[in-house]
C-alpha cells in the first residue's frame, strides 16, 4: 500500500481499537478495509509504551550517531542494539525484520528505508524527561534508517530465548 504507515488514521477509531485490546477482545483486521489502521495502532502502540523500545539508557548514544565516522556508524548501531535487554532487543529484531521486508517493496509502497526512519525514529526512543528536540530527529531518523537498511548485518549476530 502506498504510504503505509506515513497516511494518518481518524483518532476514535484508533481509541475503539485501543479499548478492544484493553478489554482483551480480539481485533479482526479484516473488518476493516483501510491497511492504515494497524499501521497506525501499531505506532501508537509503540508511542504509548511507558520506556521506549530502545530504551531511555540508548537515547544519548543514538543522538550521537551522526558524529560517527560514516562507515562505522552500522557497527555503532549494533553494538547500541545488542545492549539492549533481551525482550526489547526480539521485539525490535522482529519489528526491523518487517520494516526492512516493507522498504524492499518501496517501487511500490512508496516506503523506504529512510521513508520509514522518519515514521518510526520517535516512536522507537525519546527523552525520558521532556520532549525530543528538533535536533535529535536527524539522528534519531538516521539511526531508525540505519537499522531497517542494515538489517542482516545488524541484527544477524544475537538471538534470544525463545527466538526462531
Known sequence: TEGLFRRSVAVHIIKDIQKLYNL??????????????????????????????????SYQRILRITSVESILRVNSCKEIVHRLPDHNYAVLKYLISF????????????????????????????PQEGVPSINALVPVNMFTEL????????????????EK
Open 99 to 126: 520494516l526492512n521486508m516493507i522498504s524492499q517493496e518501496n517501487i511500490n509502497n512508496k516506503m523506504t528505508a529512510s521513508n520509514l526512519g522518519c515514521v518510526f525514529g520517535l516512536n522507537l526512543v525519546w
Open 24 to 57: 482483551g477482545k480480539a481485533v479482526n483486521f479484516d473488518e476493516y478495509t483501510d491497511p492504515h489502521i494497524p499501521a497506525g495502532i501499531l505506532k501508537t502502540f509503540l508511542r504509548e509504551l511507558p520506556e521506549p523500545l530502545l530504551t531511555f539508557i
Open 147 to 162: 537499522l531497517i537498511e542494515f538489517y542482516p548485518q545488524i541484527f544477524s549476530s544475537r538471538t534470544v530465548l525463545g
